[in-house]
Nanobody, 116 residues
């Protein structure tokens, strides 16, 4: 079973920055995809950003140019640098990974609150 440990959420003013991190247990070669999703109040969970083990990234249109996803080489750790935060970025952010044997795994979620 893959264990995911998230950190970095919190309260920030609009225009500020936060950095989320997620560490997954197991071999770095067993995780093929790492990413972040979010669920805002009253909305469905949506993809924020993801990165493959070859470095290919995907972003939601709403965060392009403001958020950057990165993965630490040789480790199962993924980061989400969030800049120019907006109140509409307020949500619970979930780490998501794809393991080659056990499939998809989710973190417990970390709350990001952006005040106006």
């Amino acid at each position: 079973q893959v264990q995911l440990v998230e950190s970095g959420g919190g309260l920030v003013q609009a225009g500020g920055s936060l950095k989320l991190s997620c560490a997954a247990s197991g071999s770095p070669f067993s995780i093929t995809l790492m990413g972040w999703y979010r669920r805002a109040p009253g909305k469905q969970r949506e993809l924020v950003a993801r990165v493959t083990n070859s470095g290919t990234t995907t972003y939601a249109d709403s965060v392009k140019g403001r958020f950057t996803i990165s993965r630490e080489n040789g480790k199962n750790t993924v980061y989400l640098q969030m800049n120019s935060l907006k109140p509409e970025d307020t949500a619970v952010y979930y780490c998501n990974v794809l393991h080659i044997l056990t499939g998809e795994h989710w973190g417990q979620g970390t709350l990001v609150t952006v005040s106006s």
